[in-house]
């Protein structure tokens, strides 16, 4: 059984930095595509940043770009955010997702990339708190 683990979320100041994980066990393949969603309660969740494994293309919401890195550790079967110049209007629950049939075809627009949008991302991990305070 598949499963995605993050980890890293947590409370720091504004301008600070957190790196968050996610694990993928369960799959004895490298995922063509991995990327982190973000979530606040009552509002849409928005796709923050995704890898494709193909090429190694990397993608990012505007309202991130600059200040998030997203990684893959292919033998580690991990994924990474390392986040930077931390705001309070980052704060969320942080999803990771991956798809093991497809690299990432992704739009980004006002609200965020959408990643993988048809068919969706086969899997998801239960997501890590970020809360940034000012």
């Known amino acids: 059984q598949v499963q995605l683990v993050e980890s890293g979320g947590g409370s720091v100041q504004s301008g600070g930095s957190l790196r968050l994980s996610c694990q993928v066990s369960?799959?004895?393949?490298?995922?063509?595509?991995m990327a982190w969603f973000r979530q606040v309660a009552g509002k849409e969740r928005e796709g923050v940043a995704a890898?494709?494994?193909?090429?190694?293309?990397?993608f990012y919401a505007d309202s991130v770009k600059g200040r998030f890195t997203i990684s893959q550790d292919n033998a580690k079967q991990t994924a990474y955010l390392q986040m930077s110049s931390l705001k309070p209007e980052d704060t969320a629950m942080y999803y990771c997702?991956?798809?093991?049939?497809?690299?990432?075809?992704?739009?980004?627009?006002?609200?965020?990339?959408?990643?993988?949008?048809?068919?969706?991302?086969?899997?998801w991990g239960k997501g890590t708190l970020v809360t940034i305070s000012s």
């Open positions: 890898i494709d494994s193909g090429d190694g293309a990397t």
């Open positions: 997702a991956a798809d093991s049939r497809r690299g990432c075809t992704v739009v980004s627009g006002r609200d965020g990339l959408r990643i993988n949008d048809y068919g969706g991302m086969d899997y």
């Open positions: 369960g799959y004895s393949y490298t995922m063509k595509c």
